[in-house]
């Protein structure tokens, strides 16, 4: 084993790529285990295995053939649509068996949950589990205001509203998202997603007819962020300003940011106030 062996267990989204090139930059061996979207992944110097849908077995026989110990998950990854689905991978065997019936009892909880007891599970077993933050510590913010418009003694009514509406659902383990506008909650991450949400958001009669209000994204309390970092980037930013939203508000060093001059950009050409709390 080669202690800068990293396993990148890659989902949807636009992170991977980021972290990959992060991974290569520091001097990983890097392996990365793509499902479903490895067209995206050729142009990196890396160990490629292709996946149309997760193969946990696939996964586990891989780490140990490679003696790969150091595993960092990215991206959004699909839960199969029922118990069965469990059981229909291509290289199950005892080892990937025991795993699965051990955690078949947590796979119906929320994310955060679910992640942290993944990953307990995992450490047991001797992996060690890296967070992309670790990778690339440069795509969270600090606190701080981040455009030209300030925030307005309203906005920050809204953002500190808010915050305290994220923070019980986080206790909940429901979401990582609150729309608030006007002084009301309009709207709560759910499993539907951000995106979802913020399009869901902009179609509430009578309340997108007026530019105000706050998106704020923050990690949950009982997150483990190492695997489940909540992300927001430039479709995130499309949707706030389809809806109508006057700015933005993410948690400092737990939030991180994809394409960050492109994300400031789209703030400072629609005047939006991004602030770090």
């Known amino acids: 084993m080669s202690d800068n062996q990293l396993a990148i267990i890659a989902g949807g989204g636009n992170l991977s ?3 990959i090139k992060s991974a290569n930059d520091k001097g990983w ?24 849908k997760l193969d946990i077995g696939m996964i586990f026989r891989v780490l140990k053939s490679q003696n790969i110990k150091n595993i960092c998950m990215v991206g959004y990854i699909p839960r199969p649509g029922n118990l069965r689905d469990y059981f229909r991978f291509q290289s199950l065997n ?20 679910l992640f942290k007891k993944i990953n307990t599970l995992l450490e047991k077993k001797g992996y060690t589990i890296i967070g992309a933050s670790e990778i690339a510590p440069n795509l969270t913010l600090k606190g701080g205001l981040y455009s030209s418009r300030k925030v ?44 979802a949400m913020l399009e869901r958001v902009a179609t509430i009669a009578g309340i997108s007819s007026k530019r105000g209000g706050v998106f704020l994204k923050s990690a ?3 997150q483990d962020e190492r695997v489940d970092m909540p992300t927001i980037g430039i479709e995130t930013i499309k949707n706030i300003i389809k809806a109508n939203l006057s ?8 939030v991180i940011v994809l394409d960050f001059q492109k994300v400031v950009e789209m703030i400072e050409e629609s005047n939006l106030y991004f602030i770090v709390i």
Not at 30 to 51: D, H, P, Y
Not at 249 to 254: G, P, S
């Open 17 to 19: 790529e980021a972290i």
């Open 220 to 222: 949950q309390i009982d």
């Open 152 to 195: 307005s003694k309203i906005e920050f009514e809204n953002i500190r509203k808010a915050k305290h509406c994220a923070e019980m659902t986080g206790v909940l383990d429901i979401g990582q998202a609150v729309v608030v506008k006007y002084g009301r909650v309009v709207a709560i991450e759910a499993a539907e997603g951000t995106d």
């Open 94 to 113: 005892i080892e990937v068996l025991g795993f699965l019936i051990k955690s078949i009892g947590i796979l119906r909880g929320g994310d955060a949950s």
């Open 29 to 52: 061996d890097v392996t990365v285990f793509a499902i479903g979207r490895s067209s995206l992944l050729k142009s990196f110097n890396i160990k490629l295995i292709e996946m149309n």
């Open 247 to 254: 700015g933005v508000a993410i948690t400092a060093n737990n």
